[in-house]
């Protein structure tokens, strides 16, 4: 979800507990929907130029406990794909 949207949807909330319950029900909710596009962000990450290999491999493993926080299924398959999200100077690495 965009952060525009975002913004507009807690908004008006004024109570933290509140806010917090309208941010879980967003990012939280446990439908095919979510797990699809965290799966989306698996299979489409890639490593930003500059980007030191330890930050790319913390937010890779976030995503996919994001991915286990739904309780949706990750693969072997899913894992792989940290290899294949590394910058091209991660060849050698990558074929190994």
């Known amino acids: ?10 908004l008006k909330e004024k109570i933290t507990f509140a806010l917090w319950k309208k941010l879980e029900a967003l990012y939280m909710t446990k439908s095919l929907a979510n797990r699809l596009i965290l799966k ?14 330890i930050t790319h491999i913390s937010l890779f493993f976030t995503l996919l406990n994001n991915l286990k926080n739904l309780k949706a299924d ?3 398959k899913d894992q792989a794909m ?4 590394l910058s091209s100077s991660y060849k050698t690495f990558r074929e190994t």
């Open 1 to 10: 979800m965009p952060r525009d949207n975002v913004l507009q949807e807690v």
């Open 82 to 85: 940290l290899l294949y999200s």
């Open 74 to 76: 990750t693969s072997d």
């Open 40 to 53: 989306q962000h698996i299979y489409t990450f890639r490593m930003a130029k500059g980007k030191s290999i």
